[in-house]
T-cell receptor, first 109, second 114 residues
């Protein structure tokens, strides 16, 4: 994706914690989205951050630092069903979403 | 609640043929979008519509056209398909009440152009 970087693939163990990082171009920034996409399915919304800090939603949390152009998605108490791709998307100055290529998360028992 | 539906689920199309991918939403959302998703790349916006009767070009509009005659439907047409248009196509919608509203996606159409 345009100016959005996230790791291609990560592996973690069931029950553990994993952090998926995303860096983005800071100019024309209007917010940062995280989506989950299971193989062969549509992306589904996880979180939206526009202010600095941590937003917590159950086992999932998302963090944003606007000055650093950095966000992460934190997944706790990993379950096998969390195996999916996680997409980071920046809302640009035209309020269009610019998407990263996604991070494929593999959960091992 | 159906949300967003797309048809067909998948299609194999000969190069040079035309095709229309259908997208319908029942959430009364104002804004609708068409994306393509290719391996190793992020979702790329093809066309969008902020409200019925208006459309706009996204990042990769060439070879595609759209119309928005009413709130619910947003068809995507390939006038003369080429192999590089082989992709998974997702339609999405958002309520458009604010610029930062969440987009909801349809199940996708897998298109192969030979």
């Amino acid at each position: 994706g345009q100016n959005i970087d996230q790791p291609t693939e990560m592996t973690a163990t069931e029950g553990a914690i994993v952090q998926i990082n995303c860096t983005y171009q800071t100019s024309g920034f209007n917010g940062l989205f995280w989506y989950q996409q299971h193989a062969g399915e549509a992306p589904t919304f996880l979180s939206y951050n526009v202010l600095d800090g941590l937003e917590e939603k159950g086992r999932f949390s998302s963090f944003l630092s606007r000055s650093k152009g950095y966000s992460y998605l934190l997944l706790k108490e990993l379950q096998m069903k969390d195996s999916a791709s996680y997409l980071c998307a920046r809302l640009d100055s035209n309020y269009q979403l610019i998407w990263g290529a996604g991070t494929k998360l593999i959960i091992k028992p | 609640t159906a949300g967003i539906t797309q048809a067909p689920t998948s299609q194999i199309l000969a190069a040079g043929r035309s095709m229309t991918l259908r997208c319908t939403q029942d959430m009364r959302h104002n804004a609708m979008y068409w994306y393509r998703q290719d391996l190793g790349l992020g979702l790329r916006l093809i066309h969008y519509s902020n409200t019925a009767g208006t459309t706009g070009k996204g990042e990769v509009p060439d070879g595609y056209s759209v119309s928005r005659a009413n709130t619910d439907d947003f068809p995507l047409t390939l006038a003369s398909a080429v192999p590089s248009q082989t992709s998974v196509y997702f339609c999405a919608s958002s309520d458009g009440e604010g610029n930062t509203d969440t987009q909801y996606f349809g199940p996708g159409t897998r298109l192969t152009v030979l």
